[in-house]
């Protein structure tokens, strides 16, 4: 059975940082492209960014870019994001998830299992 569990979370001030983690079981991380998506209070999930299984390759949205940083620990069947100079808008519960067949970036519609999220709440 695939499950994602998502950790790190939290409350934190403008411009600091955070570590989100994303541990799976029931099949091999480094077999697969993960992602992180985001949704805030009202508003759509939205990708944040992705890795590639085959090279390790990221992706970020452009919201992302510069600030957000996505690897994988393979050993401890983890994906981690590391959040830096956070802000207000970043505040969101943040998911992580992967599908059966590859590809980075992809669109929430198209993951096949979900992490039930951790909140990161990001005061002005």
């Known amino acids: 059975q695939v499950q994602l569990v998502e950790s790190g979370g939290g409350f934190v001030q403008f411009g600091g940082s955070l570590r989100l983690s994303c541990t799976a079981s029931g099949f091999t991380l480094a077999y697969s492209d993960m992602h992180w998506f985001r949704q805030a209070p009202g508003k759509e999930r939205e990708g944040v960014g992705c890795i590639r299984r085959d090279d390790d390759t990221t992706h970020y949205a452009d919201s992302a870019k510069g600030r957000f940083t996505i690897y994988r620990d393979n050993a401890a069947n983890t994906v981690y994001l590391q959040m830096n100079n956070l802000k207000p808008e970043d505040t969101a519960v943040y998911y992580c998830?992967?599908?059966?067949?590859?590809?980075?970036?992809?669109?929430?519609?198209?993951?096949?299992?979900w992490g039930r999220g951790t909140l990161v709440t990001v005061s002005s």
């Open positions: 998830a992967t599908r059966r067949i590859v590809g980075c970036p992809t669109n929430p519609g198209d993951m096949d299992f």
